[in-house]
């Protein structure tokens, strides 16, 4: 990128210098995003979680979900876990404040730093022209974008949602995946071929987009994709139910012999 297109970026980054605390909207007189209250309290995804799609949990170890059905992605890490104050900034950042992926990129960085120096690409959660359009830009693909420049690992554009699919939020897992299904396709081969690839996206709720984005990678030639998000949707816990009142005393003499 030459210095007259850097122009406008720098701009927009000093602007955000000195203004109001992105979680309370109070006033900071410093260089950071938040004040010192909303910093401490950022839900940090530092553990435990599951090694192998990055929710967080209860305790360490592959989750229940994992266990059942894993996703394509070899590792997913993220930076907080979903909750109201990160929620926010991702809603503000997917609708219009562009400008937060320089906050979201630094925390990125970091976590980029601590599981993921091996990277070769950086890819990124591609939309359909017409949902591009309409939104105006790919919040995942800025944050990509944004974190590639601070790491220095290259870009990797050569992957396109070639159809629309249904909102994912109303759907169950099994619904998501059916909906993404085939959904992307991938232009430029050759560079992914024997590569290592990290996914950039702003959040992981069941994992079924980066998976089969995932998946998609891979038959391609990639030798290794990860996920990396700013947030992910902690692990719902188990709730055991208790037995209903005519089964709570449950004897032997209850059982209905067989072979007989």
Same mark, same amino acid.
């Given at each position: ?33 938040? /004040? ?16 192998? /799609?990055?929710?967080?949990?209860? @305790? ?17 890490? &993220?930076?907080?876990?979903?909750? @109201?104050?990160?929620?926010?900034? #991702? ?14 990129? @630094? ?32 919040? !995942? ?30 759907? &169950? ?12 396709? #991938? #232009? ?12 950039? =996206? ?7 987009? $980066? &998976?089969?984005? &995932? ?16 947030? !992910? ?5 188990? #709730? ?6 005519? @089964? !709570? $005393?449950?004897?032997?003499? =209850? ?6």
């Amino acid at each position: 990128m030459n210095f007259l297109k850097r122009i406008p970026r720098i701009f927009e980054r000093k602007q955000k210098i000195n203004y109001t605390c992105e979680g309370c909207g109070k006033e900071v007189f410093s260089e950071g995003y938040f /004040c010192k209250d909303c910093f401490a309290n950022l839900p940090w995804n530092v553990g435990p979680y599951c090694p192998l /799609c990055g929710r967080a949990g209860k @305790e360490d170890g592959v989750c229940l979900e994992c266990k059942e059905k894993r996703l394509f992605a070899d590792r997913a890490r &993220s930076v907080w876990t979903h909750g @109201e104050m990160t929620a926010t900034i #991702v809603s503000r950042l997917k609708n219009g404040a562009k400008y937060l992926r320089f906050l979201c990129a @630094e925390q990125l960085e970091e976590c980029y730093l601590s599981h993921f120096t091996g990277t070769d690409l950086l890819a990124f959660v591609p939309m359909t022209k017409g949902a591009e359009k309409r939104r105006g830009y790919n919040q !995942s693909r800025l944050l990509a974008e944004e974190l590639s420049g601070r790491v220095g690992v290259p870009l990797y554009d050569g992957v396109i949602k070639q159809r629309e699919t249904d909102a994912q939020k109303i759907l &169950s897992r099994r619904e998501r995946e059916e909906n993404l299904r085939g959904c992307f396709h #991938v #232009v430029k081969r050759k560079e992914l071929r024997g590569k290592t690839v990290l996914i950039i =996206d702003d959040t992981l709720t069941t994992g079924s987009t $980066v &998976s089969e984005l &995932s998946y998609t990678l891979k038959r391609a030639g990639a030798k290794e994709v990860n996920v990396l998000t700013l947030t !992910s949707v902690p692990r719902k816990p188990i #709730v055991k139910k208790a037995p209903k009142q005519d @089964e !709570s $005393v449950h004897t032997h003499q =209850d059982e209905t012999p067989t072979g007989l």
